[in-house]
């Protein structure tokens, strides 16, 4: 709040920055084909069990939405976003050691353990997207579907970001086992992005607030700057200067909407 400055914008702005970047967790499902091969290479799944991974979890979207208003109801949005995160994390790297055979699900075979993993990230996410996609209506009464358009598109530029990060620093992903390194990086953005989320976003509207508009106008410029980027990176070949550049640029757009 003192880096945004105390005044009738502090409160959106705040609310706006924790849900953009909470909401990157919920971009983790963009980052599935990164690792799939190594996953299904590792395990030996069928084409049916690899899409079950990916596609089960979802079913649980029946039953998640109460539940998550009520936690939000009873914790708040810190502790929503604190406990999403956490909960989404874990699975992810639950995911990743039995993946890469650290870690054995006894008489549960590893595609029914994967998909129960996957479950926990659906949930984590679920309960992270509760807050990110209502905080911003509360905040921006006036503008309030501009805020939540820039957040969402924000999640899927955010799984962009990670996948050629993890291309700069390993290189295009194979078959091969290291690919599922890829799950621990988005362990880390899950927690990382959730604990800041949850240290910045107001408990509550504040009265007598005023909507930080240019800030909304400013960080469209920002994402469309970051698809740009994006575009050019998936089109430059993974080795040399030029996409490395371009990664680095995408990192430093990802993270200009802080200053705002």
Not at 133 to 140: N, Q
Not at 144 to 164: D, E, H, M, P
Not at 169 to 184: Q, V, Y
Request: charge should be positive; include cysteine; hydrophobic fraction near 50%.
């Amino acid at each position: 709040a003192m880096m945004l400055g105390l005044d009738s914008t502090t409160a959106p702005r705040l609310a706006f920055i924790a849900c953009m970047y909470s909401a990157c967790t919920t971009g983790s499902s963009y980052g599935f084909g990164v690792y799939a091969g190594a996953m299904q290479a590792a395990l030996g799944l069928s084409d049916a069990q690899l899409a079950n991974v990916n596609t089960l979890p979802f079913a649980l979207g029946f039953v998640t939405p109460p539940v998550v208003a009520r936690v939000g109801a009873a914790c708040g949005p810190s502790v929503c976003l604190m406990l999403g995160g956490i909960i989404a994390s874990l699975s992810q790297v639950l995911m990743f050691l039995i993946a890469a055979g650290y870690l054995t699900s006894g008489s549960v075979s590893p595609a029914v353990s994967l998909v129960l993993c996957a479950m926990g990230v659906y949930v984590g996410t679920s309960l992270v997207s509760g807050v990110c996609f209502s905080a911003p209506v509360y905040h921006f009464q006036r503008r309030r579907g501009r805020a939540v358009s820039l957040i969402k598109t924000f999640v899927g530029l955010s799984g962009a970001v990670v996948s050629q990060l993890y291309v700069l620093l390993f290189g295009i992903p194979t078959r091969d086992p290291g690919a599922l390194r890829c799950l621990l990086i988005w362990a880390g953005v899950s927690l990382g992005c959730t604990l800041f989320g949850a240290a910045l976003i107001p408990s509550r509207p504040q009265q007598g607030s005023t909507e930080p508009s240019r800030m909304l106008r400013h960080c469209f410029f920002l994402l469309l700057a970051l698809a740009a980027a994006s575009t050019a990176a998936s089109l430059t070949p993974s080795e040399g200067v030029p996409h490395s550049s371009m990664v680095l640029l995408m990192l430093g757009l990802s993270l200009g909407p802080i200053p705002l």
